[in-house]
């Protein structure tokens, strides 16, 4: 068995558990018992228990991002900033660990919701976003009189309004996921996108700039994911 083998064993049972368990009940020892491997293999990819769980979001992150790229290689209109917030809501959403994570499940991920272990990929997060944002305004994608920065607080604050809410809402109120999506995509193109749409040529210069942005977000959130191995393994070979 490879290493990425192993590594996605243990991630694929370390996920299995949190999400019937609960992260507070998951041990290591039985993330190792289940995955079929000792207890010291699991520490030679990941060095604590908060850093696994974090591999376990970081790892379905790699997903949804590789599948918000594709889809703006595929469709250049996807690069403007409602049309991805809305496959971003989506594929979030349709993620049961990603779902946990922005609707705030403390059920599911109890303290690990600040868990400092959480705090290293904030900067890329960060990072990716301005550049995102700035190259949108580089080609005419924002409205005219935002810049990049402006956006630092208010759209996280909108967009991410849409998961918190999701626990308060009334069993009455019986949208759909698509529905919401529409909601949050109708929200964003009318608080920040041009006065007129942007022609398929602007979309088209822009995506490639774009795309870049999120491939390499994606590689940065497998890096994490992964862990890294260290030394030989104590296990010879488990």
Same mark, same amino acid.
Do not use: C, N
């Given at each position: 068995?490879?290493?990425?083998?192993?590594?996605?064993?243990?991630?694929d049972? $370390?996920? %299995?558990?949190?999400?019937?368990?609960?992260?507070?009940?998951?041990?290591?020892?039985?993330i190792?018992?289940?995955?079929?491997?000792?207890? *010291? =293999?699991?520490?030679l990819?990941?060095?604590?228990?908060?850093?696994?769980?974090?591999?376990v979001g970081?790892?379905?992150?790699? +997903?949804?991002?590789?599948?918000?790229?594709?889809?703006? #290689? $595929?469709?250049? +209109?996807?690069?403007?900033?409602?049309a991805?917030?809305r496959?971003?809501?989506?594929?979030?959403?349709?993620?049961?660990?990603? #779902? $946990?994570? @922005?609707?705030r /499940?403390?059920?599911?991920? /109890?303290? @690990?919701?600040?868990?400092?272990?959480?705090?290293?990929?904030?900067?890329?997060?960060?990072?990716?976003?301005?550049?995102?944002?700035?190259?949108?305004? /580089?080609?005419?994608?924002?409205?005219?009189?935002?810049?990049?920065?402006?956006?630092?607080?208010?759209?996280?604050?909108?967009? @991410? *309004?849409?998961?918190?809410?999701?626990?308060?809402?009334?069993k009455?109120? +019986?949208?759909?996921?698509?529905?919401?999506? /529409?909601?949050?995509?109708?929200?964003?193109?009318? =608080?920040?996108?041009?006065?007129?749409?942007?022609?398929?040529?602007?979309?088209?210069?822009?995506a490639?700039?774009?795309?870049?942005?999120?491939?390499?977000?994606a590689?940065?959130? *497998?890096?994490?994911?992964?862990?890294?191995?260290?030394?030989? %393994?104590?296990?010879?070979?488990?």
């Amino acid at each position: 068995m490879s290493q990425l083998e192993r590594a996605d064993r243990i991630l694929d049972t $370390a996920q %299995d558990l949190l999400l019937r368990w609960g992260y507070r009940r998951v041990t290591i020892d039985e993330i190792a018992k289940r995955a079929g491997v000792g207890k *010291g =293999t699991v520490y030679l990819h990941w060095r604590t228990r908060d850093e696994l769980f974090l591999a376990v979001g970081a790892r379905e992150a790699v +997903a949804m991002i590789e599948a918000v790229a594709a889809a703006m #290689r $595929a469709d250049p +209109a996807e690069i403007a900033l409602h049309a991805y917030m809305r496959r971003f809501f989506l594929e979030a959403m349709r993620r049961p660990v990603l #779902r $946990a994570l @922005f609707t705030r /499940d403390t059920d599911t991920l /109890d303290r @690990f919701l600040s868990s400092p272990a959480r705090q290293p990929l904030q900067g890329a997060k960060l990072l990716a976003s301005r550049e995102y944002l700035g190259a949108l305004a /580089d080609h005419g994608l924002l409205r005219e009189d935002l810049r990049p920065e402006d956006l630092d607080y208010s759209l996280p604050t909108i967009a @991410f *309004g849409f998961f918190a809410i999701e626990p308060l809402l009334p069993k009455e109120l +019986a949208l759909g996921l698509e529905e919401k999506a /529409d909601q949050l995509a109708d929200v964003l193109r009318r =608080t920040y996108g041009p006065a007129r749409p942007p022609s398929p040529a602007r979309l088209a210069a822009a995506a490639p700039e774009v795309v870049e942005i999120f491939e390499r977000l994606a590689r940065e959130y *497998g890096a994490v994911a992964y862990g890294t191995t260290k030394g030989g %393994d104590p296990e010879h070979g488990s």
